[in-house]
């Protein structure tokens, strides 16, 4: 009989990036028109989010817009702290800076899995449904895309290929105490993995036990591998980033997963 390692493979993916992990089921509890992934606490008073240590390397023939404020971050984009009851002040996405109306393009292959107008802190959002079909990988993604500039026309089910344009990046949900009248254009990006592929999402996260996780996990185990060095063993969490380039080919030819925003040249 064939065993199916994909709880195993699931559970050692949450040790290595995920140290204290977040649980779906053990969390009660939201901060007024704050997403729900920002403001979840671990039931028994266990760690918060904490860095997964991925860095990103973008390859040098192009320009490819970068991180502004990693995963498990404890400032914004411009070196502010975040408050602390989110997450104990650590951050549950990565933020990327964009001008308005930016493309924004599937990380991979998947379905529309939701799609809503949000509050403050969140905006206009769009969440794919990765399966490990689609990535490769032994478990199901979730990815959610926030503060867009409109309500992407694409209707719930919709499959969409890696690469393909999605949404444009927008400010809703950014104006306030901190960004002030003009709020902040960038896109937040979320990531959630769950060994199941019937994970409820919306406006308020995730209510089916998937975990979030650094979204550079994505490419650190779908993509190729740093080469092996007699450097540091921080060589390890070097992340080759694939991309689509600027005319929509992607790179490497045949990669599953892609940048979300296209990458011209130099």
């Not at 549950?92 to 393009?105: H, K, M, N, Q, V």
């Not at 979030?212 to 591998?225: C, M, N, R, Y």
């Not at 921080?234 to 045949?254: C, E, F, L, W």
């Amino acid at each position: 009989m064939k065993r199916n390692l994909a709880p195993i493979a699931f559970a050692w993916l949450m040790t290595l990036v995920l140290p204290g992990h977040l649980r779906g089921a053990g969390f009660g509890g939201t901060r007024p028109g704050i997403s729900q992934e920002q403001t979840k606490k671990p039931a028994d008073g266990g760690e918060m989010i904490r860095p997964s240590g991925l860095q990103p390397v973008f390859p040098k023939e192009v320009r490819c817009p970068e991180i502004a404020s990693p995963f498990g971050s404890q400032t914004r984009y411009d070196g502010s702290r975040r408050p602390p009851w989110e997450f104990g002040g650590y951050h549950g996405g990565i933020d990327i800076s964009l001008a308005e109306g930016t493309p924004l393009l599937a990380l991979a292959a998947g379905t529309v899995a939701a799609k809503g107008e949000g509050g403050q802190m969140e905006g206009n959002y769009l969440w794919l449904r990765h399966s490990p079909e689609d990535t490769g990988l032994s478990y199901w993604v979730y990815s959610k895309y926030q503060h867009l500039q409109s309500l992407p026309e694409l209707p719930i089910g919709a499959k969409v290929v890696a690469g393909q344009v999605i949404a444009r990046s927008g400010k809703t949900g950014t104006a306030g105490p901190h960004y002030g009248r003009n709020g902040y254009p960038h896109l937040h990006l979320t990531m959630r993995a769950s060994p199941t592929g019937d994970l409820e999402v919306g406006s308020r996260g995730s209510t089916g036990g998937g975990d979030l996780i650094d979204p550079l996990v994505l490419f650190h185990e779908s993509g190729a591998k740093p080469e092996k060095s007699d450097g540091p063993p921080s060589d390890d969490k070097k992340v080759k980033i694939p991309y689509v380039t600027a005319d929509g080919q992607p790179r490497p030819p045949g990669t599953r997963a892609v940048w979300p925003i296209a990458c011209p040249s130099r």
